[in-house]
């Protein structure tokens, strides 16, 4: 086989963990070196590919590769950029095939979430149609957890923790000064289209008193009155409500809470959010005190509280997305599958990239609790292991140490710019 | 010495380590079994006393006392009740009294800030006008920072770790996205009076061009103009922006910018928030992509990123003040006094209760940087060792494991109930 070099990209949100799957590439694609060349990234993901802008990461240090394993959020710059159909903007694949060409780049490893699964297998498809061969292997990687085919998704047990541990302490603040003060916390948590992050929260109970007492999913119609009136047996029973609320929660006719239609001193549409919203209904219709939080994008960038499991699982893909495109795969993508004994176990299995693109997994009804506040023990069995184990980073004078990359470009080959 | 029984209670918002303080009171009492017999701790602080609600901290094992280290928020319950002046309500004080006669407590320790540094001064001098000996003494506690005579308060190198590292990793998060996505990030915290916490945000900036970008302190009058001036050169510059602002940040006329004057679709007062004020006012004058946290309740009960510096010292004054009562000292509370050398050192000493009630101390304006928009290397310098130190918590299936008490009651000895 022809050396060739390789290609690695980041895609949309970013996680705690995507460069702990950049590490898993790098560190395996580094033991192959008769059959893998240089291995460039793509500054600012696939943008990067576009404007020529790769990053060598041959320049960069064995040790600073392996700190990416405990470095959050995109270390070689992410992109919200989807490439349109082919249809409509054939240039854009046209310049990607180019630019992979002049560098000589036979695989292409695309780290992300559902879109970035169908741009993947459009490369591959377009490649051998045009007679240029590129081995795509898709790395998944994505907090909303909604691949289908893998078990889970790498970034995805991070937020979990993340929530869980952040609704537990919070949890005990409040019970602790619930008896003259706030009585009502309302966390607002990720998930625009499925309740995953919001379910994951669930962990934090043990007992049936414990916070979480109300849990908001996107896929449970949000009924007021309903609503209020937990809160309020929750407060005459505990004391105090701990609710944790999807982005996404929503009413019957599909209106995100988070839209309530208000505006500003100048009539201006508010910025929402679902916890002020909830915030406004508590003090309207029970006037008890209440406190909210919005961790926004603290949860996914959170490394000093990832999940061992995550973390783990994060740099497997990625090493197995090298070793797929060694045996010669192509259009494939590494899945977490789980195994079916009682303790949890995975194994990572290869899985067509025409089945993971553009489906979307949605949680299973059976997750939610017949009341739609909280999660099943079927729920709590699936989350409870994504959580597993701490992965604390090194700490230098009390902060956690982060790899910084010396991202150095390798040379322009092409004359023509590309505007992106 | 006579053997009295002693009394201890949490006092306003709690903190990820004020159970520290009151695992050093429990512990070290314990091992003066001679002079204290039973120790109590107020169910829900102070009212306890009031009510007569004293949960018997010997009930408790050692083994779960121990766990009161590492476990956020107020174990015995805290609460927001001030006791007003002897004048407007003698009828508390005395009640008090008679609770501490009826249960023969000559011991007082109070974990609190300001207002209970007061109400403990108040105690005692009463005590020995009425004839009941009591000493007692107030167990510093608060994550604002603001207690005169002592170097820092425990509660608050916790709060500043974790602002230090949300910064941290959101900033990472967002440099890797700003290409195509959000440009301004702005992380809302606490600090009402004072820029304590905000600035604790400065100890994550290491390079001139690190986030944060932007601290906004109560200290400094908020001047849009100027703002927006500085959100804009620093995109320019950086390629996104980094904001961390304090809930008390105002403008020149003492306005808080909270206060934003938004109503909701009814018409009411909108839940305000500094951070939604700033993205609007970044929406309108820069038109960039914004997003925001409020971390609220978690930052202060974030345990599982405590500093072992502040933890250490948290359990060193709740150690001192049962050591104090032991020298027969009265009315005094234990300080943190920070060595003259030029590594970081401690000692506890002890301070006059005089002279730290209602004393509020300020951050020093030689602690922020010319332009008021950062830190200065004397801000660091004061900073960088209260975060210090990683004290992890326990761990079971992936969440910290926090203590959890029996809270066993004494029999009430009073016939006669009080309403608080």
């Not at 934090?204 to 008193?209: G, L, V």
């Amino acid at each position: 086989m022809a050396k060739k070099n390789a290609f690695y990209a980041q895609s949309g949100g970013v996680t705690s963990v995507i460069n702990a799957s950049a590490c898993g590439v790098i560190e395996t694609a580094r033991q192959h070196k008769t059959q893998i060349g240089k291995l460039y990234a793509g500054h600012n993901g696939i943008i990067g590919a576009l404007r020529e802008e790769l990053i060598d990461t041959g320049k960069e240090s064995a040790k600073t590769i392996a700190a990416l394993r405990h470095t959050p959020a995109g270390a070689f710059g992410s992109c919200r950029y989807k490439l349109k159909s082919l249809e409509e903007n054939q240039a854009e694949y046209a310049r990607l095939l180019e630019v992979f060409k002049a560098h000589n780049i036979g695989y292409f490893f695309y780290n992300g979430g559902g879109d970035s699964a169908d741009t993947c297998l459009k490369i591959s498809q377009l490649s051998s149609k045009m007679g240029y061969p590129i081995q795509a292997i898709h790395v998944p990687k994505t907090v909303d957890n909604d691949l289908p085919l893998t078990d889970c998704c790498p970034g995805f047990g991070s937020v979990a923790k993340y929530v869980a541990v952040s609704t537990r302490e919070a949890g005990l603040d409040v019970a602790s000064m619930c008896n003259t003060s706030t009585k009502v916390f309302i966390l607002e948590v990720m998930g625009r289209h499925a309740g995953w992050i919001a379910g994951a929260a669930g962990l934090a109970k043990e007992a049936e008193t414990d916070p979480p007492h109300i849990i908001l999913f996107p896929e449970i119609a949000f009924d007021r009155k309903k609503f209020v009136k937990k809160v309020q047996q929750t407060v005459k029973k505990c004391g105090y409500c701990v609710v944790v609320a999807s982005e996404g929660a929503q009413t019957k006719d599909g209106r995100f809470l988070a839209d309530a239609g208000t505006t500003d001193a100048f009539g201006h549409k508010q910025l929402g959010g679902v916890a002020p919203t909830l915030a406004t209904i508590i003090k309207e219709d029970l006037g008890y005190k209440y406190h909210w939080a919005l961790a926004d994008y603290l949860q996914r960038a959170a490394r000093h509280i990832a999940s061992a499991t995550d973390v783990e699982q994060a740099y497997a893909v990625g090493k197995a997305a090298v070793e797929y495109a060694m045996a010669g795969k192509n259009a494939v993508m590494p899945a977490i599958i789980r195994g079916k004994g009682k303790k949890y176990s995975w194994t990572i299995q290869e899985a067509p990239l025409e089945k993971v693109a553009n489906v979307e997994k949605m949680m299973p009804r059976n997750y939610i609790s017949r009341d739609g506040f909280g999660i099943t023990e079927e729920g709590f069995r699936y989350f409870a292991p994504l959580i597993a184990g701490e992965d604390h980073p090194p700490y230098k004078n009390g902060l956690p140490q982060y790899a910084k990359l010396k991202k150095v470009f390798a040379a322009k080959k092409l004359k023509k710019g590309f505007k992106v």
